[in-house]
Nanobody, 125 residues
């Protein structure tokens, strides 16, 4: 059974940076699509970024230019570099894996098979 464990969240001031990590275990996800989603209090979960096994990436318009997704295939780890944090970035950030690896609707959470427990990011103004 694949397990995804996020880390790297915390409390930061606006304008700060964070680097979130998602470590996968229990299986190889080398051909999967890996995604980051977030959910703020009282809001629906939203897509943040995704990366294919070949390195193709997609980012939500709201985070383009500030967030960058990348992955280390050798260690089964996916990262989300977050720069210029804003208070509206406050949310629980979730990592997800789509085993099929087909770059079809990477922004759609229903495409993903596995989810982590999430890591809290809080941005103070």
């Amino acid at each position: 059974q694949v397990q995804l464990v996020e880390s790297g969240g915390g409390l930061v001031q606006a304008g700060g940076t964070l680097r979130l990590s998602c470590a996968a275990s229990g299986g190889t996800l080398s051909s999967s699509i890996m995604g980051w989603f977030r959910q703020a209090p009282g809001k629906e979960r939203e897509f943040v970024a995704a990366i294919s096994w070949r390195g193709l990436t997609g980012h939500a318009d709201s985070v383009k230019g500030r967030f960058t997704i990348d992955r280390d295939q050798a260690t089964n780890t996916v990262y989300l570099q977050i720069n210029s944090l804003k208070p509206e970035d406050t949310a629980v950030y979730y990592c997800a894996a789509d085993e099929r690896g087909i770059w079809f609707r990477p922004w759609d959470g229903r495409e993903y098979d596995y989810w982590g427990q999430g890591t809290q990011v809080t941005v103070s103004s």
